[in-house]
């Protein structure tokens, strides 16, 4: 289940945050820091994603929702239920937070990126 998502958007997200560090010029340790962070911020991003298209305002989203379910999508909400999925992308957040530390304050922007995306409604 994990890999599946890891696949999607979330190994989109984790390749250009790290192509941002390889262009910034970042040590290895760092790149490998922002690659642990992308790893988990994706997976997030993508827990949140398969929530929306269950619980999100059409209005909000600018697409529809229900799509995943209408297509028999495996997603967390039809594996695991909304309660255990939002507790996941928590996890999966705190992860990405934590992966942030050997940067310290030059992590500060990906820390607040990862903590809206976790609470996004659209």
Do not use: N
């Not at 979330?10 to 262009?23: A, D, F, N």
């Not at 490998?32 to 909000?60: P, S, T």
């Not at 039809?78 to 530390?101: H, P």
């Amino acid at each position: 289940m994990h890999q599946i998502h890891r696949l999607k958007t979330g190994s989109l997200i984790r390749t250009c945050i790290r192509i941002g560090g390889v262009l910034g010029g970042l040590a290895a340790a760092d790149l490998e820091a922002l690659g642990r962070y992308g790893k988990h911020v994706g997976l997030a991003f993508q827990i949140v994603d398969d929530i929306l298209d269950v619980v999100g305002e059409e209005a909000k989203l600018g697409k529809g929702t229900g799509s995943d379910a209408a297509q028999a999508k495996i997603t967390f909400p039809s594996v695991f239920g909304l309660e255990a999925s939002r507790r996941l992308a928590q996890e999966a957040t705190t992860e990405a937070i934590r992966a942030l530390e050997p940067l310290g304050d030059r992590g500060a922007w990906l820390r607040d990126l990862s903590l809206y995306l976790l609470r996004r409604d659209r």
